[in-house]
């Protein structure tokens, strides 16, 4: 079966230092990978998704970035944090084959920059 | 324009009513969506997927769809205080850009 991991669970950083968040997928090759932001009380925002190794799509611009460097590994960074940056940020993986394939997420980080 | 949209409640329902979530959209393409249920402080969980007009029912779950409309609903029958959640909306497509949520209270 499939699963996904995503570290860590939860994170304290001050704002101006730098952020790097790893998500790995088990059981499943070449999937669709994903990461969103969830800001307090709203909506999940699309940061970023992959169809392949190397291949990265901004949805947002901002001072995010999202690297890809194995197929079932999706890190996201950023050099300097922002206070704006506070939120829960989920990664996902779904199918790559086939029409209708749901997102399944990981557990979630939350970070709060300070 | 939002390419989903919901009313973000809170939609407060007493235990054993119905709870009726519904869900725009703006893109004529999108063919099927999909619906998460999200409790608070946790990841969201898949709990239904329509792709054609009509009904479709799981358990206490029935999600519809009007492409003509333009929107989807959720219908929780017998709702339980277990189902207190945020429930989202997204069409299945490989972006899957959500809607910002229903917050559903159940009274027991």
């Known amino acids: 079966s499939q699963t996904i991991h995503q570290w860590p669970a939860t994170l304290v950083q001050p704002v101006g230092s730098p952020l790097s968040l790893e998500c790995t997928v088990e059981g499943t090759s070449n999937p669709n990978l994903y990461w969103y932001r969830q800001a307090a009380g709203r909506g999940l925002q699309l940061l970023f998704y992959s169809v392949g190794i190397g291949q990265i799509s901004s949805e947002v611009p901002q001072n995010l970035s999202a690297s890809r460097p194995q197929d079932r590994q999706f890190i996201l960074s950023s050099k300097k944090l922002l206070l704006s940056d506070s939120g829960f940020y989920l990664c996902?993986?779904?199918?790559?084959?086939?029409?209708?394939?749901?997102?399944?997420f990981g557990n979630g980080t939350r970070l709060t920059v300070t | 324009q939002k390419e989903v949209e919901q009313n973000s409640g809170p939609l407060s329902v007493p235990e054993g009513a119905i709870a009726s979530l519904n869900c725009t959209y703006s893109d004529r393409g999108s063919q099927s969506f999909f619906w998460y249920r999200q409790y608070s402080g946790k990841s969201p969980e898949l709990i239904m997927f329509?792709?054609?007009?009509g009904d479709k029912e799981d358990g206490r779950f029935t999600a519809q769809l009007n492409k003509a409309s333009q929107y989807v609903s959720l219908l929780i029958r017998d709702s339980q205080p277990s189902d207190s959640a945020t429930y989202l909306c997204?069409?299945?497509?490989?972006?899957?850009?959500f809607g910002a949520g229903t917050t559903v209270t159940v009274r027991a």
């Open positions: 329509i792709y054609s007009n």
């Open positions: 997204a069409p299945a497509d490989y972006k899957l850009s």
């Open positions: 996902a993986w779904s199918e790559s084959q086939g029409l209708f394939s749901p997102l399944h």
